[in-house]
């Protein structure tokens, strides 16, 4: 077990599936955008010359490139750096990838996977600052992973490039230099499972990507409020561990789910129906949602946070779900705060 940081977890991830199939390809070769994490790409890239193609910018054609390769065998893995640039390769990632499979009645596997960097990253503005999993969890036929840690990076990584399935790979560039252990050996972390990061007995925090650190940090601050959360990681949207949602809502009663996508139609709005429609009778009030304002993202770094979520947008919600809007007293070393009791 060592403690890295996600993109050298990310980078560590892309040599070893390199090395252990010569049918895994690079089509573009940033993966960490304009950062002084580039380097640990150049290394990557210096091992294996011949399987590492930088195309040019023109997303509709090189994902088009990719999904043909991995129909005829190969396994690409495409980075298309910001999430915001798939827009341009819509057709050929949501009409040809994502149907490829069932309209060829199973015959055909489409072992392709799309990297991006999603969310608001600091000045990226109305066009840089994307967060698309969304759009693309209404597109049947593609898995979605979101990893959170180093750890997750690396092995879902793997997982996603062993998958005969399209599989759209959302990083975000503020978890680069987030460290954590990452176990030593093969490390493929399956999809489908979600994670509880802390458990707890009084909300439930559900959270995606970059928010899940900032819920982490909300927790904490609340901790010393008295209030014990639970923060869940789906870790993947496709597949999505249902189980693992609603058995953290009954132990809990309440529930705030925390993404980066738009309020309206977001990550954050279909699993707050989940909850909704299947653990309703555990619900002692009403699903929280912190998602970022349904506006284009501005330029201003001070509107970027007022549209953002933030931990102390999370730390807001979090005492909404328990029917108090000030920070609770602690009645010694097992009190609870109003409305957090069972």
């Known amino acids: 077990m060592r403690e890295i940081s996600y993109a050298e977890a990310l ?10 199939d010569a049918r895994v390809h690079l089509i573009g070769s940033a993966f960490f955008g304009l950062t002084q994490h580039r380097a640990l790409m150049a290394r990557v890239r210096g091992e294996f010359p011949d399987r590492i193609t930088d195309p040019p910018i023109a997303e509709l054609g090189f994902c088009g490139l990719a999904i043909g390769a991995a129909l005829a065998g190969l396994r690409p893995v495409v980075d ?3 999430a915001s640039f798939v827009f341009q390769a819509w057709p050929q990632i949501v009409n040809e990838a994502a149907s490829a499979r069932y309209m060829g009645g199973g015959q055909h596997a489409v072992p392709v996977v799309f990297h991006l960097l999603h969310g608001i990253r600091g000045g990226g ?8 999993q969304a759009m693309f969890w209404n597109s049947p036929g593609l898995e979605i992973v979101l990893p959170a840690t180093p750890a997750d990076a690396k092995g879902l990584l793997k997982t996603a490039v062993a998958s005969d399935n399209p599989t759209i790979f959302v990083s975000h560039p503020r978890l680069f230099d987030v460290k954590g252990p990452v176990p030593d050996g093969d490390g493929h972390v399956p999809f489908g499972r979600a994670v509880v990061r802390r458990p707890g007995r009084d909300v439930t925090i559900v959270a995606t990507s970059l928010m899940v650190q900032r819920s982490l940090a909300a927790a904490d601050l609340l901790s010393g409020e008295g209030i014990d959360v639970e923060v869940v990681d789906p870790r993947t949207l496709v597949p999505l561990d ?14 705030v789910v925390v993404d980066e996508c738009h309020l309206s139609c977001g990550v954050a709005a279909e699993i707050a129906a989940l909850a909704a429609q299947h653990a309703f009778g555990h619900l002692r009030a009403p699903v929280v949602r912190v998602a970022t304002a349904d506006v284009p993202i501005p330029f201003s770094r001070p509107l970027e946070e007022f549209v953002e979520p933030t931990a102390e947008k999370i730390v807001a919600a979090v005492r909404e779900a328990l029917g108090t809007s000030r920070p609770a007293k602690r009645a010694g070393r097992r009190g609870r705060p109003r409305g957090a009791g069972r």
């Open 242 to 255: 249902r189980e693992a949602i609603l058995g953290s809502v009954g132990r809990t009663g309440r529930l």
């Open 125 to 132: 503005a109305a066009q840089h600052s994307h967060s698309p």
């Open 11 to 20: 980078a560590e991830g892309l040599r070893e599936v390199l090395a252990a």
């Open 80 to 82: 298309l750096g910001t």
